[in-house]
Every structure is written in structure tokens, then in C-alpha cells.
């Protein structure tokens, strides 16, 4: 009678089966991260369309305009579409890592999650969706070659830069990506390197592609006889803010959780740009007389791309540092270094891009200490640490110049790079894309 009356109790149990099961395959889902990672994948894409966009479009002449838009969004749709074939799996797939252990996969993922395989509604990533990861990462896969447009505005034909994007993108920023990111067994990752939300990644590596570039392009038709001036500095303006906005999600967002580290990353974010805004605006004031709206806008960037690698360990004190370091060294390197170098980077990639994410990458690991109010690292292990954030850089800059110096030259001899004095002169609004900015 005994075993009769446990009868119910057993079908009970598996009846609740299922929703047991489903219970634990969910339970790592936080409804709260999931939310704000969402709202930080909206931001970064923002941050391209239409923050990057208007920022170059403006500094651009008016004969050009339209140009730096369509890379930009070209650009957008092409690293998407490379993103969901192969790009997260190279980036993401650990396959075959090992903690401590260096090996082919310590630079390259598998292609285990080639065209999302394997990646549906119920996938998990840490707290959030395995989707709304795939596509927050697709974002910073998105800007990074993008932000490249800038070195060679004005003169690189657009089949040129669509094909250098996507050379540049598999073997460029995905390794890089896998390198800093991609957990234990990767590079970066074994020698303990501090990259936040893309020091390395994102800024180093594409402000290297860019000075490449500008430099392999070669300079406008008339650089240094004829004015190069900015044609709409109010879209400038325009487009920075919507880039400081948009880079809270950016740093935010890298926590992949809605929590106290993404609060301060947002924090120290804001602290450090206003800093290097208004560094570059006093060096410049002084140097030129006047300040810029050009100048305040530049600088802000500085201060953005500079704090990003360091966002999720620095404090308040060491954002104030970096902002004023990034701010009033990229002025210097963006106007006194670039005339006496003589290269064209139109629109300063190098300068601000390269040269903020160094200094960047270098002052993390200072600002991470406790007694600069960074968490991370105790004041005995700064050296180590800084050791650490210069190797990094050191094969970031080497590994992006050698595939970007091999990809322009596989495409100079296909296709070519330069477009001809001719369209360059009538501007490649008309003669690459049959269209005007302004109908008037």
C-alpha cells in the first residue's frame, strides 16, 4: 500500500521534470544584464551610424562628404556579414585553448561557430543571451575597421577600401581579438594584460592600419599648397557627442553586466574625456592663440579612445591622469609630429586613435593600482604589469602594420589603391558614387 500511495508523488516529479531542467538551463540569464547589454549593443552601433560618420563627413571637404558616409555604412554591412560567416568564431571559439599554454590557438579561434552554428535563443553567455554577446562584439568588429576611413579620406578608391577592410579584419582584428579577449590560453590573456574594452583591439590596431595606409595611399593632390579645411564643423561637433554618448556603452557595456564595474566604467569614461578635451583645447590656446571647435572635438576623442582599455580598472584619479596625458600629447602628435613626418593622415587616426590607445594601454597598467584608486593590482606589481601592456602593444603594432602593408599591396596590384588625380579633384561624391552632399 505503501509503494501505491507514492504513485502520485512519482508522476508528479516527472511531470516537473521538464521545467526543472528548463529551470537550470535559464538560471544563469539575468533579466537586468540582459537589458543594459541590449541598450549598450544599440549605443556602439550608434557610435558608427551616424557618430563616426558625421564626425569624418564634417572634417571632410564638401566634394567628399557623401563618400565618408558610404564607406562608413558599406562598412558597417560588409563586417556583419563577415562577422556572422566566420569573424565570432575565430574571435570566440576556444576550441583547443588551454589555460597557460601557448599554441595555434593561443591567435586564431576554431570555426566551430562558423555561421552561428550552434547559436540559438537558448544559448548562454555568462549572464546574457549568447545572441545579444555575438552581437555586441559584431558592433566592435563594425567601428574598428571603420574608424581606418579617416587616415585615407578623400583619395583611397571605395573598391580599395572595401577589399582592405576585409583583408585587414580577418587577419588583423580578429586575432587581435582573440588574443585579448578570448579567455584563458589566448596571448594576451596568459600574460595577463589588462584591455578593458579594446586599447589594443580596437585603437592600436586600427590607428596603425591607418598610418599605413595614409602612407602607402600617398598624400592628397595638393597636400600642403592648397586649404584642406573642415566643411561642416557643426557635424563634427554633432557627430562627438553622439560619440561620447555612444562610448558609454562601449566601456559600460564590456562588463557584459549591469553592475558596479560598468557604473564606474562609465565614470571614469566621462572624467577622462572632459579632461583631454579641455588638455587639447589649453595646449592649443596656447600654441595658436585660439581655441577650436575642431580642437575641443578632437580632444574629446582623445580622452575616449585613451581610457578605454583601462575603463574597467582605473578610478577617478587615474581618468583625470589619462585624460591629461592623452589630451595634450595627440595634439602635439596630431599637428607638430604629422608636419614634421610629412605624412597625409587627413583625419588624424594615427595621431588620435594610435597614439591614445598607447598611451592608454601603457597607463593602465599604473591606473589599476590600489593607490591610484584602480582595482586590479597592488602597488608592488605596477612593473609586471606595465611589462605586460608594452608587449602587447609591441605585437599589436607589429602584427597590424605586417598584414596591412601586405594586404595594400596584394590589393595595389589587383585592383589598385589610389584613386586618379582626376576623380580625386572633381571629389569621389561624383565620380565614385554619381552623387552630391548638398543640391545646391
Sequence with gaps: MKSLKLIPKIICALLLLPLNVFAQDTASIDSGDTAWMIVATALVLFMTLPGLSLFYAGLVRKKNVLSVFVQCFAITCLMTLLWVFYGYSIAFDTTGMAEGTFNFHSFFGGLGKAFLSGIDSNSVSGTIPETV????QMTFAIITPALMVGAFAERMKFSAVMAFTAIWFTFSYLPICHMAWAGGGALFVNWGVLDFAGGTVVHINAGIAGLIACIMVGKRHGHGSIAMLPHNVPFTLIGTGMLWVG?????????LASDGTAGMAMMVTHIATATAALSWTVV?????GKPTAVGIATGAVAGLVAITPASGTAG???????GAVSGSLCYFTAT???????YDDSLDVFGVHG??????????GLCAA???????????????QIWAQLKSIVVTIIWSGTVSIAALKLIDLVIGIRASEEEEVEGLDLSHHEEAGYGW
Design 133 to 136: 554577446f555575438v552581437i555586441f
Design 247 to 255: 562610448w558609454f556603452g562601449f566601456n559600460g557595456g564590456s562588463a
Design 316 to 322: 577617478p584619479m587615474g581618468a583625470l591622469l589619462i
Design 284 to 288: 592649443e590656446w596656447i600654441r595658436a
Design 355 to 364: 597614439i591614445g590607445g598607447i598611451v592608454g594601454a601603457l597607463l593602465t
Design 336 to 342: 607638430s609630429m604629422k608636419r614634421a613626418l610629412g
Design 370 to 384: 590600489d593607490f591610484m584608486g584602480g582595482t586590479g593590482i597592488e602597488a608592488a606589481s605596477v612593473g609586471g
